[in-house]
């Protein structure tokens, strides 16, 4: 049962551009989420999170914008670099249970 | 680098072989998280640890694997009798704090293959 869910396993962009990375999840009780950015060969780095009390959060280039009434948050980053290109895990969380990661989407930027 | 080490990077095991995961937390860390990423799927949590205590196993297979983080030296993911379905990334994160796992640093991964 995947609680939380990337439906593009892939997205490509060009430079200089908006990426806008989904995910969805389905369990209304996460009250906290967060995006992680993996390189091939790392591990993955958090990025950017949101508690649901917001609906909008902010970093330099990243935004995270969460809809509760349609359990959907979505990650801006504008404008895309090359240095983007990773892959990106959305995770979700409700109290102190442990996070539940998205299958990830594998974002390039063409230059 | 005195991030989180994990070794080794790659492992191959034949089915029925034992398979030891090592994870080093950052310097002074003192809890550890294990996460397995199967194909195709998002990281699954396995097993909180603090030095030598299991917090929380619940997302452990119940047989044939096991976890530890003694006193002195790295965290060990065993897995015994290897089986096919094992053959995934498993992925290690340490934190200073308790409880706080999105503060956690990530490694590299061991990327096992059960052959």
């Known amino acids: 049962d995947q609680q939380v869910k990337q439906n593009s396993p892939s997205l490509s962009v060009q430079e200089g551009r908006i990426s806008i990375l989904n995910c969805d999840y389905t369990n209304s009780m996460f009250d906290y989420f967060l995006w992680y950015k993996k390189y091939p060969a790392e591990g993955p780095t958090f990025l950017i999170s949101i508690s649901s009390i917001k609906d909008k959060n902010e970093d330099g280039r990243f935004t995270v914008f969460l809809n509760k009434s349609a359990k959907h948050l979505s990650l801006h980053i504008v404008p895309s670099q090359p240095g983007d290109s990773a892959v990106y895990f959305c995770a979700a969380r409700f109290g102190n249970e442990k996070l539940t990661f998205g299958t990830g989407t594998r974002l390039t930027i063409i230059p | 680098n005195a991030g989180v080490m994990q070794n080794p990077r790659h492992l191959v095991r034949r089915r029925g072989q034992e398979a030891r995961l090592r994870c080093s937390p950052v310097k002074g860390h003192s809890h550890v998280y294990w996460y397995r990423q199967l194909p195709e799927e998002g990281l699954k949590f396995m097993v909180y640890?603090?030095?030598?205590?299991?917090?929380?196993e619940s997302g452990m297979p119940k047989e044939r694997f096991s976890a530890e983080f003694p006193k002195e030296g790295p965290s060990i993911l065993r897995i015994q009798q290897v089986v096919r379905g094992d053959s995934a990334a498993y992925f290690c994160?340490?934190?200073?704090?308790?409880?706080?796992?999105?503060?956690?640093?990530f490694g590299q991964g061991t990327r096992l293959t059960v052959v």
């Open positions: 640890l603090q030095k030598e205590n299991i917090i929380d």
């Open positions: 994160a340490s934190s200073p704090l308790l409880g706080a796992e999105t503060e956690a640093f």
